[in-house]
């Protein structure tokens, strides 16, 4: 369905009931990145799954401010409150996750859960972060210039989604699928809006973060498990998962052990939400 939020014309996917379960895609993906995990999660939680700004069908303003950081979080907590969401738990991946952290950290204690897939607090070195502004404004101006399909060639061919080349068949059609359906605006904008150089790093307020979380990271992704793991020395209550088999995209390469590390901590965070309820 579509919803209307902040004036911007949101696509999202509900299903099931339950406590509130938000699940949050990564740069070039849009809601299809979490059909194959609906059944499973839909079970014991309402699932809300939105298109990020720029991404599948939600609109794609040509403002690249409106894709910053904190319109993203208000547009998220604006649909969660036209859904009636009091409470929820956030899982995100990459560009998701690092929403779901500065969602988590603006929603307070409407957060109750989050889990963080290959994703980084943000990049504390200002070399590095001018760095990464540069790139990131030459690979926008690219997918203006050549547009989706010649982005997305140059965009799978990085060394992070290497271990991407060995999924079976149908899994790498329907990731290519979902890339090429995004538009060149959206994507672009995304980049300067919502890119890790974009936002402020948030290390020093992960501790702020009372709540449970989930830390998850492929162990061939030598980068994100560095960073997974120096999440969990600031996060109190954080427990971190480097999954065998998987590079940066756990979720897609080693889905069985992904959907286990996520029920098994949904099913912990459950009981002990209602262990305090009156």
């Avoid at 009931?17 to 070039?28: D, K, Q, V, Y």
């Avoid at 290390?203 to 030598?222: I, K, S």
């Amino acid at each position: 369905m579509i919803i209307s939020v902040r004036r911007l014309a949101m696509h999202v996917l509900v299903e099931g009931s339950g406590p509130a379960l938000l699940l949050l895609h990564g740069f070039t993906g849009s809601a299809e990145t979490w059909r194959p995990f609906l059944p499973a999660l839909a079970r014991r939680h309402r699932v809300i799954v939105p298109d990020l700004i720029g991404h599948g069908r939600t609109a794609a303003p040509d403002d690249a401010a409106r894709y910053r950081m904190d319109e993203c979080v208000a547009d998220l907590l604006a649909l969660l409150d036209r859904l009636g969401v009091e409470d929820f738990a956030v899982l995100g991946y990459s560009m998701g996750g690092r929403v779901a952290l500065h969602l988590a950290l603006a929603a307070g204690e409407r957060a109750r859960g989050l889990v963080l897939e290959s994703a980084s607090p943000g990049i504390l070195d200002p070399g590095e972060r001018l760095a990464r502004l540069r790139s990131d404004e030459a690979l926008a101006e690219f997918i203006e210039r050549e547009g989706i399909a010649a982005f997305v060639e140059r965009w799978e061919s990085q060394p992070l989604f290497a271990s991407q080349r060995s999924l079976p068949a149908e899994v790498r059609a329907r990731l290519l699928a979902e890339r090429l359906e995004q538009r060149p605006r959206g994507l672009a904008n995304s980049l300067r809006g919502m890119g890790a150089e974009a936002m402020e790093p948030v290390w020093n307020r992960l501790g702020e973060l009372r709540l449970p979380a989930l830390v998850l990271a492929g162990e061939l992704d030598g980068k994100y498990v560095a960073i997974a793991r120096a999440i969990g020395e600031h996060l109190p209550q954080a427990r971190v998962a480097v999954v065998s088999g998987a590079g940066h995209a756990v979720h897609l390469e080693q889905p069985a052990q992904f959907l286990e590390h996520v029920t098994a901590f949904l099913t912990r965070n459950d009981r002990r939400d209602c262990s305090v309820d009156p």
